[in-house]
């Protein structure tokens, strides 16, 4: 079994979600290389921490 928080595989399957091992396995690799991404955000500025994406259907458009 993934070392995955037996709380979130519950969730899933509380929604009607039966994860496969598998999938498991790369939502906990996931996971973790995301919380790696986010390191320690303690004592940052969270204005300098805020970005926003937008999804503009159609492509790339400038304005």
Not at 13 to 21: L, T, V
Not at 38 to 50: E, F
Request: proline residues 3%; charged residues 35%; without cysteine.
């Amino acid at each position: 079994m993934v070392n995955l928080s037996l709380s979130i595989k519950e969730l899933l399957e509380n929604k009607g979600i039966n994860p496969r091992e598998e999938h498991l396995e790369v939502l906990d690799r996931r996971w973790k290389a995301m919380a790696e991404l986010r390191g320690d955000l303690n004592g940052v500025n969270i204005d300098d921490a805020d970005i926003a994406l937008r999804n503009i259907p159609g492509g790339d458009h400038v304005e």
